[in-house]
């Protein structure tokens, strides 16, 4: 029995086409090969999306802006990296364009519309330890908070770092960048962010032996 | 023993210093500091958490609208291409069509060179120069003029 369900796995997985099959397929006119990578691919590039521009209708746009640059620049891909690695720069760069473009609003406007509003704390709900969720969410507020200070470079590496959890080396493959590089423009970012973070430190341990 | 911040923890976190690192070798050592990191690397995940769950249908919908931005962009490219096709075509045939014509018309356009008959050379004898180009038969209309210049020259 059990043997029979790991034949049928391994048959799903076999008879599943690789990316090249299906960049090759797009390539010569099957629309839906390309459908397929979409449906591959599409959650891991919003989650990356997500991570970087912090908002829901955003990161679909570019989501969907990535899929549709990738189509008009499939035949440029020459296979040297991964076709995730490569849809995940696209995303990326995309993603930086829509801060980008967000800063500059935030000029005419006088907003800023990633700080989180004061005092900022999510309904507390009926979990076993509301204490800690609230802890959570005040934490999640600095850090928000405190990201709102770095210039988009230094925000970009730290949402990687932080939301996607991407190694240092791997965000510099990324970004085209060197290690040392993304390495100093993190550390630079951490600090602001340390900053940030002290004061929810010192709130914390202020209320924490009020209530001792 | 020197325990470490919660800030430096934090900054160890994001950094990912080798394990030769002092930070590194102490929070390995010491169970205090390496609970407290586990906490705090354990809180900061949490929080990290993107929520990408999502229905079904938005990932649907999503497709849905790649797919027809790709199939217009398909469209486009298709009648950029047949658009290219047709001038590259015209282009062609107007190239051709002129290299027709030119060829047609090449014989009359190049003239014969006109062959002109050697012309009877006079003699040098024939030529009578007056000695006074103010007497030449080409002034004889304008004599009072000439007489004027004369007199004019016999004054100076």
Redesign the interface.
């Known amino acids: 029995m059990g043997s029979v369900a790991i034949f049928r796995v391994t048959q799903i997985n076999a008879t599943a086409p690789s990316d090249s099959e299906l960049i090759a397929r797009t390539l010569g006119g099957d629309?839906g090969a390309?459908?397929l990578l979409?449906?591959r691919f599409?959650?891991k590039i919003?989650?990356v999306a997500?991570?970087i521009v912090r908002n829901e209708v955003e990161a679909?746009t570019v989501?969907?802006d990535t899929?549709?640059q990738a189509?008009?620049h499939l035949a440029k891909f020459q296979g040297r990296s991964e076709f995730e690695t490569w849809l995940t720069r696209i995303a990326i760069n995309r993603s930086r364009d829509s801060l980008r473009r967000r800063r500059f609003v935030s000029l005419f406007t006088g907003g800023d519309d990633e700080r989180p509003p004061e005092g900022w704390i999510e309904p507390v709900d009926d979990r076993p330890d509301p204490e800690r969720e609230i802890?959570?969410h005040q934490?999640?507020a600095a850090?928000e908070k405190a990201q709102s200070t770095l210039s988009t470079q230094q925000k970009l590496i730290?949402r990687l770092?932080?939301?996607e959890?991407r190694?240092?080396e791997e965000i510099a493959g990324l970004l085209g960048l060197r290690s040392g590089t993304v390495?100093a423009h993190?550390?630079r970012a951490?600090h602001k962010?340390?900053k940030e973070?002290?004061e929810w430190?010192t709130a914390r341990e202020d209320s924490s032996n009020e209530t001792l | 023993m020197k325990h470490f911040s919660e800030a430096e923890l934090l900054e160890t976190y994001y950094m990912q210093p080798s394990e030769a690192s002092a930070i590194i070798e102490h929070v390995n050592g010491c169970n205090d500091c390496q609970d407290r990191y586990r906490r705090l690397a354990q809180k900061l995940r949490d929080v990290a958490a993107c929520p990408t769950e999502k229905p079904d249908t938005f990932w649907t919908r999503q497709r849905l609208m790649i797919m027809r931005a790709v199939d217009n962009a398909r469209a486009q490219s298709q009648r950029n291409m047949r658009t290219a096709r047709v001038a590259a075509a015209a282009f062609l045939a107007f190239v051709l069509g002129g290299a027709v014509v030119y060829k047609s018309v090449e014989p009359q356009l190049k003239t014969q060179p006109a062959i002109v008959a050697p012309a009877p050379v006079a003699s040098t004898d024939d030529l009578k120069v007056p000695a006074d180009p103010w007497q030449s038969d080409e002034l004889k209309d304008f004599g009072s003029v000439v007489q004027w210049e004369t007199w004019g020259e016999s004054k100076l």
């Open positions: 629309g390309f459908g979409v449906d599409q959650r919003y989650r997500y991570a679909d989501t969907q899929f549709i189509y008009t802890m959570a934490l999640r850090i730290f770092r932080h939301y959890d190694s240092l390495r993190l550390f951490i962010i340390r973070l002290a430190v």
